[in-house]
């Protein structure tokens, strides 16, 4: 009888355990403002696209206080701009890249967060995007997004900033959608990012994107360099089981032998554990650009 009311015990605790495992990751100094460290200088504006007709979007601009303009400056975008930018979230960019900046751990870099398109130019219920143009501009493997970055956001950033241009110098990172979002990018246009930073990437058959181990596999190497975030209780639904394809990509990367990291935790499809590591990752991208 013990034994059995053990049993009982314990399937009624799992459920628990996962749930506080996933709570468990905590934010370090360097997610945290600090003492002499100097503010970058965030700013705003609103972008209406053409190669996304009839859509707008939210975008912020992130500048180091190191920025010299006499200087080009590294680039790194993020989509689901809101929610990386955010200074009481999860990720905490801007603080992040304040800390490492200033501790040159991390080149000079503006970063980009943009969110998704709204369609209703009008905005959504009570005021808030209506994001209803974010799966396909994120999910869809196309070079549709690329080209929105090349031919309206890059240039529209350089009319003000002196951006570098050279592909060792962009990042692109997000999470979910945005995250497959990431890799496409770098996919297609190697030539314009080379760094890639996914959080529980989206790597299902939402639009396709579960294809990619495979592609992966049978194409020729690309010159780009991949950071893949997950836990074990991510998402598992009619698109698919997230941390299986999550493993799949990592398995497809190390088979083509690709400069790549993959951070595998037990947390769900949040931005808790790759909010926790951040700094780290960011250190590991751009270890090797001054």
């Known amino acids: 009888m013990r034994t059995r009311i053990f049993a009982v015990f314990a399937l ?28 970058g200088e965030v700013t705003h504006f609103e972008w209406k696209s053409e190669i996304f007709p009839k859509t707008i979007r939210d975008v912020w601009l992130y500048v180091p206080a190191q920025y010299n303009a006499k200087e080009p400056a590294c680039v790194m975008v ?12 999860d990720f905490r960019v801007t603080t992040v890249l304040d800390n490492l900046i200033h ?29 209803s143009n974010r799966s396909f501009e994120y999910d869809t493997l196309s070079d549709q997004y690329t080209r929105f970055l090349e031919k309206e956001i890059l ?27 990431a890799f496409t990018v770098a996919w297609e246009r190697p030539d314009l ?3 890639v930073l996914s959080h529980v990437g989206s790597f299902t058959n939402i639009r396709g994107g579960d294809r ?3 592609i992966i596999r049978a194409a020729k190497n690309k010159d780009i360099r991949v950071f893949l975030q997950d836990g ?13 394809a999550n493993q799949q990509m990592a398995a497809a990367l190390k088979f083509k032998k690709y400069d790549y990291r993959f951070e595998y935790g037990d947390g ?11 700094p780290d990752s960011l250190r590991w991208l751009w270890r090797d650009t001054k």
């Not at 993020?78 to 979230?89: I, R, V």
């Open 78 to 89: 993020f989509q689901d701009g809101a929610s990386y930018k955010n200074p009481k979230g």
């Open 193 to 195: 990012f080379s760094k």
């Open 268 to 278: 769900g499809h949040n931005g808790k554990h790759g909010g926790a590591i951040l």
């Open 103 to 131: 501790k040159k751990e991390l080149p000079v870099i503006i970063a980009i967060f943009i969110d998704p398109g709204s369609t209703d130019l009008k905005g959504g219920k009570n005021g808030t995007p209506d994001r």
């Open 212 to 214: 990619y181990p495979g």
């Open 12 to 39: 009624l605790c799992v459920p628990l355990a996962v749930a506080q495992a996933q709570d468990a990751y905590k934010l370090g100094p360097d997610s945290m403002e600090q003492p002499g460290v100097p503010k």
């Open 232 to 244: 074990s209780a991510d998402l598992d639904n009619k698109a698919g089981n997230w941390p299986l």
């Open 155 to 181: 240039p529209e950033v350089g009319k003000k900033y002196n951006l570098r241009t050279d592909a060792k110098s962009r990042a692109i990172g997000g999470i979910s959608s945005g995250g497959i979002c």
